[in-house]
């Protein structure tokens, strides 16, 4: 879910038409280093994050996604903010909480497990990029199916 939220991200930040080469920032790879739960509600997800950045410093804050499936949230990602260097190729070290979502059971996560399920899933995004003058406008992405970003 992490790497599908991570995916959208950059997707929505393509859309921003002033920004040059903002079309060509990747993840080039994506590492799992730990993972703690964080009392009964969820779990802090470390990663490793690689990075392909030809633009300009973008800061990404206030990063959330949902997954839903059918109507109902499976779970919801906040991620801690983070800069984007320009002009680099770096793996960026992040720290996601992960909560089940209000009405998901155990039951429905395992669902997951099964692609063909997975696939129909929708995901939404929000995060605010800043460039490094500090301008940016929040965006919000709602119901991308899973299958397009898989």
Do not use: W
Request: net charge positive; charged share 20%.
């Amino acid at each position: 879910m992490l790497i599908l939220l991570l995916s959208v991200m950059l997707l929505a930040l393509s859309g921003c038409k002033s920004v040059r080469n903002v079309k060509n920032i990747s993840v080039s790879s994506v590492k799992v280093e730990a993972i703690a739960p964080q009392g009964l509600q969820g779990i802090n997800v470390f990663l490793a994050i690689g990075v392909d950045n030809p633009a300009m410093q973008i800061t990404l804050e206030n990063i959330n996604g949902a997954l839903k499936y059918s109507g109902k949230v499976l779970g919801r990602v906040s991620v801690d903010p983070f800069t984007l260097q320009a002009r680099s190729a770096e793996i960026y070290h992040l720290r996601a909480f992960v909560t089940l979502g209000e009405d998901a059971t155990l039951k429905d996560l395992l669902m997951l497990t099964d692609m063909t399920k997975l696939q129909e899933c929708m995901v939404d995004v929000s995060v605010t990029p800043r460039l490094k003058g500090g301008l940016g406008a929040p965006i919000n992405l709602k119901d991308i199916p899973l299958k397009k970003l898989l």
